[in-house]
């Protein structure tokens, strides 16, 4: 999960905690340096940082919204290069909130459907209005409000659709 400073903390914190209960190995990657400050300005110390970060070693990556750190990860070259290297062996890329808009500007939501934060609609080609869209392997949500869902879905796609049921039902998750 890349973050950068002013990522939204129910988007990352939530996704970060459902896929590590359910076993899958999560690393925080700050954007560009150890220690970030969240959109609450929470100070967190991240596992790894952009410059120690190797695609090979990853089978998806997450990236969570809060406006500034959409700003910085959608500017940052690696991040996209990173993205766009994924995708060509598609692997897992998730976005939720503003970050989809980081996918469509760099051609990764093109001929896909998708959603993101209401409101801002316009940003993708092909947008839609449920709470998570699953296209190929691009995974998109809308909210800190659809955190839940979309950290569920992503426990689907890693750990299986019994572990995902298992998620809903625990979390109260309709």
Do not use: W
């Not at 750190?69 to 959608?74: K, R, S």
């Not at 290297?85 to 598609?90: D, G, L, W």
């Not at 691009?138 to 909210?143: A, C, E, K, L």
């Not at 839940?148 to 689907?156: H, N, R, S, T, Y």
Request: proline share 4%; with cysteine; net charge neutral.
């Amino acid at each position: 999960m890349f973050l950068a400073d002013g990522f939204e903390d129910i988007e990352a914190f939530t996704v970060i905690d459902l896929l590590r209960r359910a076993n899958a190995i999560v690393d925080t990657v700050g954007v560009p340096a150890f220690q970030i400050i969240s959109k609450s300005e929470v100070k967190v110390f991240t596992d790894k940082r952009l410059a120690d970060v190797k695609e090979e070693e990853y089978d998806g990556v997450i990236l969570p919204g809060g406006s500034k750190n959409v700003e910085i990860l959608g500017r940052t070259t690696k991040v996209i290069e990173f993205l766009k290297n994924m995708n060509s062996q598609n692997k897992l890329i998730a976005a939720i909130c503003a970050a989809p808009s980081i996918l469509a500007k760099h051609g990764l939501l093109d001929n896909r459907k998708a959603t993101i934060a209401p409101g801002m609609e316009k940003e993708l080609p092909y947008p839609r209005g449920a709470r998570v869209v699953v296209d190929g392997n691009i995974v998109t949500s809308q909210s800190p409000a659809t955190a839940m869902e979309f950290g569920i879905k992503l426990v689907e796609l890693v750990a299986g659709k019994q572990k995902g049921l298992e998620f809903r039902e625990k979390f109260l998750v309709v």
